[in-house]
């Protein structure tokens, strides 16, 4: 033991005294000082014992293991604490001494801790990760049913995609409950599919179709197929629903279970309206807080669950599951162009594709958070919405015409409306009333979502807590939600805005005369201001510098990883027919 003959420790009065060589007094050391000394057991071995510098004395050891590091950094037993508070004794005779039981972690230590646990709980969580494919997937494994291809009746075809071909079905052994299942068989991207559908199940099981397995079906075909098993949700898509004269009052019935006596109008279609996106949204939170983004939302891909009496989302064969980088090929993906996101791919092209698992892991926090790649759903969501409140834009051709036209206002929806609302039709006009409902929440909301920079667009949890959603708008709202309002149309503006901002602020402040800018020296201002390196453009730049570098790191490190062929380790995990 390390206790007995540690070179130079001498007890004081009951205080610990390390000395190396020279003499030791009690001023020499203590006074007051503490002694910085590992931890008195396996880490001291005879004859390693050696600095003492002024006043501190620091004790390096050499064979101390990294657990013994961690061990030291995180919880400082024994540490720096004076003898009248530690109980050292005699060191000879330490390890005869009751053991401290109280821990005293160091500052450091404390922070250090915080941060690792913020990191690994960040979106899209490292350490839930780890346990649910590690411990939820393995137990889940052993206690689900499972199924082979003999054990389902097919039935009506539901839909044709270009991977699959979906059917409703029925149990052999229960052919009572009659199509109350749904088949899909799919090709490569199959595999993919029930991995999403089995995480979704594990982590939010109610954003989705209710997904009962999935496996490769074992017949001797040259390609791979995959069957997944669903319940079946019930017979409308959102799709289905918005083309009907009647939305969104059919969705109301399907949601209550009956028609409202109240007058039609827009303050009750707006009601409606506000429920399926927050169910929508609600929907989306529970896949992004998962690190899995969808890439495919469209009303097709939304089916109203006559269980549940909610929607619920379908059709993962194009998500993506950004905590271990699975179907992340950003390059290759095929979106729906009426849907998509300006920005086409859900990472920046600069970020490298697919890396290799533990990377993937480690790094998706900062993917994460340098790409906000939930983003791109929230913009085909607020395409939604805007087809909920203007019922011209629910044809395909009419919202491709939509699209080019925002994209001719460099996707500022604030600039389509002033350029089609002047010479509006009567169905469009009634759309801007709708969202112009409460002070103009749901306008609000609508252009938050649907905005060029990913990065601008609000995310499905702050969607969430928007005011759109609380009952009686903004005009019903109380201080501390009001403050909420501001705080988020602060977070909501970018730089340009900002400085937009401030020019008409100094604009409001007056004249020449009064200390204000006349408005010929404001536009000058305007065009002088994007070329003058103000100390905030300089912080911006070396901000965007800053990211590019880490970005560029990463991406080097990451590609030099993925030299290595990568294998699709994770399809090991589906099962096969047996
Ligand atoms: N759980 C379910 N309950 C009820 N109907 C479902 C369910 N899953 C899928 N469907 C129906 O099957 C159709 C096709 O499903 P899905 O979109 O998953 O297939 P797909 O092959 O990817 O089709 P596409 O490529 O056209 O999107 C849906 O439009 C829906 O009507």
């Given amino acids: 033991m390390a206790t007995v003959a540690v070179n130079g420790l001498v007890s004081n009065g009951g205080k610990l005294q390390a000395c190396n060589s020279r003499p030791c007094s009690s001023s020499s050391f203590l006074g007051g000082e503490r002694l910085k000394l590992r931890t008195f057991s396996d880490s001291f071995r005879p004859g390693k014992f050696h600095t003492s510098r002024s006043k501190n004395l620091v004790v390096l050891a050499s064979g101390i293991d990294l657990a013994n590091f961690v061990n030291d950094l995180f919880v400082g037993v024994g540490v720096g604490l004076p003898c009248t508070v530690m109980e050292c004794g005699d060191i000879i005779y330490r390890s005869t001494l009751p053991k401290s039981n109280g821990l005293s972690p160091t500052v450091p230590g404390v922070i250090l801790a915080l941060g690792t646990l913020s990191y690994l709980w960040a979106t899209p969580g490292v350490a839930p990760g780890f346990f649910d494919m590690f411990v939820l997937a393995f137990v889940e494994r052993l206690f689900r049913p499972t199924y082979k291809k003999d054990d389902f009746v097919l039935g009506k075809k539901l839909g044709e995609g270009s991977f699959g071909v979906v059917y409703r079905a029925s149990l052999t052994k229960n052919p009572s409950a009659k199509g109350d299942l749904v088949v899909k068989k799919a090709t490569e991207y199959g595999a993919v599919e029930i991995w999403m559908n089995e995480r979704v199940r594990r982590a939010c099981a109610s954003s989705c179709a209710d997904f009962l397995y999935g496996f490769l079906e074992s017949s001797s075909k040259k390609q791979a197929e995959y069957w997944l098993v669903w319940r079946f949700e019930g017979e409308s898509t959102l799709a289905d629903l918005i083309q009907s004269k009647e939305f969104p009052y059919n969705v109301e019935a399907l949601i209550l279970g009956e028609v409202l006596d109240l007058p039609k109008g827009i303050e009750r279609e707006n009601k409606i309206i506000q429920t399926i996106m927050r169910q929508i949204l609600f929907a989306l939170d529970g896949l992004h807080s998962t690190g899995i983004v969808h890439r495919d939302i469209k009303p097709q891909n939304i089916i109203f669950s006559e269980g549940s009496r909610s929607f619920k989302i379908i059709d993962l064969g194009a998500a993506t599951d950004l905590r271990v980088g699975i179907n992340y090929v950003p390059k290759e993906f095929l979106l729906d162009p009426r849907y998509a996101a300006p920005e086409q791919y859900i990472m920046s092209t600069q970020t490298p594709s697919a890396p290799s698992v533990p990377v993937a892991t480690a790094l998706s926090p900062v993917l994460w958070q340098l790409n906000l790649p939930d983003r791109f759903d929230i913009y085909s969501a607020g395409l939604i919405f805007l087809q909920?409140?203007?019922?011209?834009?629910?044809?395909?051709?009419?919202?491709?015409?939509?699209?080019?036209?925002?994209?001719?206002?460099?996707?500022?929806?604030?600039?389509?409306?002033?350029?089609?609302?002047?010479?509006?039709?009567?169905?469009?006009?009634?759309?801007?009333?709708?969202?112009?409902?409460?002070?103009?929440?749901?306008?609000?909301?609508?252009?938050?979502?649907?905005?060029?920079?990913a990065r601008q667009r609000i995310s499905a949890k702050t969607a969430l807590a928007h005011p759109y959603f609380d009952r009686e708008g903004l005009l019903a709202l109380s201080f501390m939600q009001n403050l909420r309002m501001q705080y988020f149309r602060a977070t909501q503006q970018d730089y340009s805005e900002a400085v937009t901002w401030v020019i008409q602020l100094m604009?409001?402040?007056?004249?020449?005369?009064d200390g204000g800018f006349t408005e010929a020296q404001l536009q000058e201002l305007r065009d002088i201001q994007p070329r003058k390196k103000s100390a905030q453009r300089n912080a911006l730049a070396s901000a965007l510098k800053l990211q590019r570098k880490i970005i560029r790191t990463l991406t080097e490190s990451v590609d030099e990883l993925n030299r290595r062929r990568k294998s699709l380790w994770w399809s090991r995990w589906i099962p096969r027919e047996e």
Avoid: H
Avoid at 403 to 419: M, S
């Fill in 388 to 453: 909920m409140a203007f019922p011209g834009l629910r044809t395909d051709s009419n919202l491709i015409t939509f699209n080019r036209q925002l994209k001719r206002c460099d996707y500022d929806l604030v600039a389509w409306r002033d350029t089609v609302e002047p010479r509006a039709n009567n169905e469009l006009r009634r759309g801007f009333e709708l969202l112009d409902l409460d002070g103009g929440i749901g306008w609000e909301l609508l252009t938050s979502m649907v905005r060029y920079k």
């Fill in 507 to 513: 604009a409001k402040s007056g004249t020449e005369r």
